[in-house]
T-cell receptor, first 112, second 113 residues
């Protein structure tokens, strides 16, 4: 079953603008991760935020986590055409030996 | 550089003709995963190996099998590919099963004629 649900499904912005994607999940998590996938390629890990963290930065990426609302957001600042990709959140739960569960993804298009 | 390698990158097979996709890793990770991803969808986990321990997802068709002869290699066998099996197949690894990040290969695009 899908644990994470991204919102919006698709997002189109101009180069230089900020892009915000949201992820909601259903059960308690150990951590939440964000991945990027360029068209026709494998996924690349971007950032991991643990359940006891509220915010994390990596370069132009800023991730927040609100465990009370069971939601996370990924902000990409000053977007570039090269940021065009699909972005997936994935949750790591405490349930047995369950691997990561991926959401459906947000398709981001950055127009030059 | 440590990495996850998938061969071939593109595979064409005929309806019903068995096909094997391969994955190798130089990360020495304990866990290897196979995902199926169709256009504009999330990756769907088919199965994973924790070391030699095979874990099949409940909804993975019997048509899909896997082998992990050693730590570095893992194979996906599709015994009788149907048109619905055309997809991108992604291999990934992680140090352990639950909490670590996963490292993905570039994927194999399977076409079934």
């Amino acid at each position: 079953s899908q644990q994470g649900e991204e919102d919006p499904q698709a997002l189109s912005i101009q180069e230089g603008e900020n892009a915000t994607m949201n992820c909601s999940y259903k059960t308690s998590i150990n951590n939440l991760q964000w991945y990027r996938q360029n068209s026709g390629r494998g996924l690349v890990h971007l950032i991991l935020i643990r359940s006891n963290e509220r915010e994390k930065h990596s370069g132009r990426l800023r991730v927040t986590l609100d465990t009370s609302k069971k939601s996370s957001s990924l902000l990409i600042t000053a977007s570039r055409a090269a940021d065009t990709a699909s972005y997936f959140c994935a949750t790591a739960t405490y349930s047995g030996n369950t691997p990561l569960v991926f959401g459906k993804g947000t398709r981001l298009s950055v127009i030059a | 550089d440590a990495m996850v390698i998938q061969n071939p990158r593109y595979q064409v097979t005929q309806f019903g003709k068995p096909v094997t996709l391969s994955c190798s890793q130089t990360l020495n990770h304990n866990v290897m995963y196979w995902y199926q991803q169709k256009s504009s969808q999330a990756p769907k986990l088919l199965f994973h190996y924790y070391d030699k321990d095979f874990n099949n997802e409940a909804d993975t068709p019997d048509n899909f099998q896997s082998r992990r002869p050693n730590t570095s290699f893992c194979f996906l066998d599709i015994r009788s590919p149907g048109l619905g099996d055309a997809a991108m197949y992604l291999c990934a690894t992680s140090r352990d099963r639950q909490f670590n990040e996963q490292f993905f290969g570039p994927g194999t695009r399977l076409t079934v004629l």
